[in-house]
């Protein structure tokens, strides 16, 4: 199972830190990847990290704003969102992707075994 949580109503230039708690499966095996989906819009990637040599990857649209991290002691892995801008408000969601003792994260969602339930972020102009 996964848990996303941290989402809420931030002005624009703000801050959120969202965390995706899992428990069932063998955590550090696996791959994280944050995703959103905006009302009326698909959804799409917003970073994933593996579990080898510092593997991450952020969409564009979020490079330099955003940090994702694990911390595989707790199960956990942070979305860090700072500067956001109104049109990061969407339903974040996190998933999860087996990948093995040492592996990369995969970009794309129809990779992912597991998904959470979804944390609202709406941002203020």
């Known amino acids: 199972q996964l848990q996303a949580s941290g989402g809420g109503l931030v002005e624009a230039g703000g801050s959120l830190r969202l965390s995706c708690a899992a428990s069932?499966?063998?955590?550090?095996?696996?791959?994280i990847g944050w995703f959103r989906q905006a009302p009326g819009k698909e959804r799409e990637g917003v970073s994933c990290?593996?579990?080898?040599?510092?593997?991450?990857y952020y969409a564009d649209s979020v490079k330099g704003r955003f940090t994702i991290s694990r911390d595989d002691a707790k199960n956990t892995v942070y979305l860090q969102m700072n500067s956001l801008k109104p049109e990061d408000t969407a339903v974040f969601y996190c998933?999860?992707?087996?990948?093995?003792?040492?592996?990369?994260?995969?970009?794309?969602?129809?990779?992912?075994?597991?998904w959470g339930q979804g944390t609202l972020v709406t941002v203020s102009s």
């Open positions: 069932g499966f063998t955590f550090d095996d696996y791959a």
């Open positions: 998933a999860a992707d087996y990948i093995g003792k040492r592996g990369r994260c995969p970009k794309g969602s129809y990779a992912y075994d597991y």
């Open positions: 990290i593996g579990n080898s040599d510092g593997n991450t």
